[in-house]
């Protein structure tokens, strides 16, 4: 099978991920927009952050994308409604799932991977039947990210205003099934 053609899986993340996730962290192409209002959080800071989401002992739920086996990035995902810290204030859909992703390699970028990760998360993400919607938000001046959550569905709904500053709100709603219906 060609890497163009084997799925993108993933796997919870795990404890010993962490170093790892922190790491990531630390490349330009992730720092550029990932907290970047803020300092790269030290290995401890980022183990007393995302430790509690590894261990399911939070509303996130944080996930390793995988590729023939191989780490290709990092996903999570969320129930919007009753986020808390000022996130989805509005959100009244228990159903709606808020995402945010990133591919560790910066080699990588440009070359429909992380489109193919988006969609495959998405995919995950409706096969839950109570999900209804999946969200996220990009910074607006991210063209790369948007293009990629455009290509996996995604429409713009609105900027906003989030905790970590402005944001293009997108969305993908669970698709209809069609109904076929034969003639009497």
């Given amino acids: 099978m060609s890497k163009a053609t084997e799925s993108v899986t993933f796997r919870e993340m795990r404890e010993d ?3 790892l996730f922190h790491g990531w962290l630390r490349q330009p192409h992730v720092a550029d927009w990932w907290g970047r209002d ?14 509690p989401r590894v261990l399911n002992s939070g509303p996130v739920h944080p996930y390793i994308a995988l590729l023939a086996g191989r780490p290709i990035g990092w996903s999570q995902s969320y129930v919007a409604l ?9 959100e009244t859909d228990p ?4 995402i945010d992703q990133f591919l560790c390699d910066a080699q990588t970028l440009g070359q429909g991977l992380g489109t193919r990760m988006v969609t495959a998360f998405v995919k995950l993400m409706f ?24 290509k996996s569905g995604f ?3 609105k900027r906003i205003d989030t905790p970590d500053g402005q944001a293009l709100l997108m969305a993908q709603d669970r698709p209809l099934r069609s109904v076929v219906c034969g003639a009497a």
């Fill in 17 to 19: 991920d962490i170093a």
């Fill in 38 to 51: 803020h300092e790269t959080p030290s290995l401890e800071a980022t183990r007393a952050k995302y430790l």
């Fill in 82 to 90: 009753g986020l808390g810290e000022g996130w989805w204030e509005d």
């Fill in 95 to 98: 159903g709606v799932r808020g």
């Fill in 127 to 150: 096969s839950n039947p109570l999900v209804s919607r999946v969200q996220t938000d990009p910074d607006p001046e991210n063209k790369r990210a948007i293009r990629c959550y455009e």
């Fill in 155 to 157: 429409h713009a709904v």
